[in-house]
């Protein structure tokens, strides 16, 4: 019986999570409210709220679970990317409590955990999880990617963003439109009362399977200055159909390159994973695209969207596996390693 503690914060959220081989047994995440009026996660203040809810957190996941932290096999974190001083709570504590309790420490990628949240094995459906090779979709507050996933160790990006990541996007927006941060979830709820053929804005013109999300923010800018300079209430009056103008632009720019590339490399087993997962749009139209292309479609629970560490958990289960543990000189890093 191998279970694995999960350890999550390397952005605003602290969380946890059990589980016994691939099942779920506890998933805790507390999210921090500071950030709100800041309009973007502040590192300082993360790494406190990080320092303040970890243990009460580990605690709840393993209550939750119902077994004692005698029985974990091993301890798996967030090694990166993501904010030094956030990762550094969570390693710290990953590190004191493997060495406590005499079991393995695991290091985990974020981005890759994201892509294998899919693994999570529901108590609910039979449905198995995507069959290898893969393309997975995965656009969160940090990135915009395309990968092959072949194994899950095995991850072949195939297109990134250039410039700004789709969550980035939909947060800039909303903090130009005045709404606060986080600004997806937001932007994603007042769409739904909205026109999303409202409002036109450019589209990139990039090739192959890059993104790129900076010309929309700037036609978004540049269109809402002219029209505040003739009526001040301008985005009062259009917040729904603004909102839901901008999110069908972003929407349609990720669909269009996922096409590519299920057509350039013929797979047909389509994922998405990250924050902007949660999506209704993004969820819609990924439905709506893979029935028009005979796709395989896996869209995560809304829990395993956005940062989690049920994630965490069950890449460690995935390393458990292979052996491949970590050691006490395991350092954060803030960017990417695939
Ligand atoms: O994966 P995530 O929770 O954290 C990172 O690893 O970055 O992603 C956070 C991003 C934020 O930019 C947030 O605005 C976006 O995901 N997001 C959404 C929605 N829920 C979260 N964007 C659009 N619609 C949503 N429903
Ligand atoms: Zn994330």
């Known amino acids: 019986m191998i279970y694995i503690l999960g350890i999550e914060s390397s952005c605003d959220d602290t969380a946890a999570a059990v589980t016994l081989e691939d099942r779920l047994l506890s998933n805790v995440t507390a999210n921090q409210d500071v950030h709100r009026n800041f309009g973007g996660v502040v590192p300082e203040l993360a790494s406190r709220a990080h320092q303040q809810n970890i243990i009460p957190v580990i605690q709840a996941a393993i209550k939750k679970a119902n077994i004692s932290k005698n029985q974990l096999s091993a301890v798996a974190f967030t090694r990166g990317p993501g904010l030094l001083g956030s990762l550094l709570v969570g390693i710290s504590f990953a590190k004191s409590f493997s060495l406590g309790l005499r079991i393995p ?6 981005m890759q955990a994201h892509i294998l949240a899919h693994f999570l094995r529901e108590e609910t459906t039979s449905r198995p ?7 997975c979709l995965t656009v969160s507050g940090g990135h915009t990617q395309i990968t092959v996933v072949k194994s899950p160790f095995d991850f072949q ?3 990134r963003t250039i410039d700004d990541a ?5 947060d800039k927006a909303a903090k130009i439109m005045g709404l606060p941060y986080p600004g997806g979830p937001m932007i994603d709820a007042l769409a739904r009362e909205g026109n999303p053929g409202a409002f036109r804005f450019s589209k990139p013109a990039i090739p192959g399977l890059d993104f790129s999300f900076s010309g929309l923010k700037t ?8 029209q505040l300079k003739q009526d001040p209430d301008f985005i009062e009056k259009n917040k729904a159909d603004l ?8 929407v349609d720019i990720l669909i269009r390159k996922v096409r590519s590339a299920a057509e350039l490399t013929g797979i ?6 990250g924050g902007v997962s949660a999506n209704s749009s993004l969820r819609e139209a990924l439905y709506k695209a893979g029935s028009d292309a005979n796709w395989n479609v896996f869209i995560p629970r809304l829990e395993y969207s956005t940062d989690n560490a049920a994630m965490i958990a069950i890449t460690g289960y995935f390393k458990y596996l292979e052996k491949d543990f970590a050691d006490l000189s395991a350092a954060p890093y803030a960017r990417s390693s695939f």
């Open 166 to 170: 789709a969550g980035e996007t939909f």
């Open 105 to 110: 420490l695991i290091a985990v990628d974020h």
């Open 157 to 159: 990006v195939i297109g």
């Open 243 to 250: 909102c839901a103008s901008i999110q069908s632009a972003i």
């Open 268 to 273: 047909k087993e389509i994922a998405i994973a």
């Open 129 to 135: 999880p995507p069959a290898f090779p893969f393309l």
């Open 219 to 226: 036609s978004i800018l540049y269109f809402l200055r002219d």
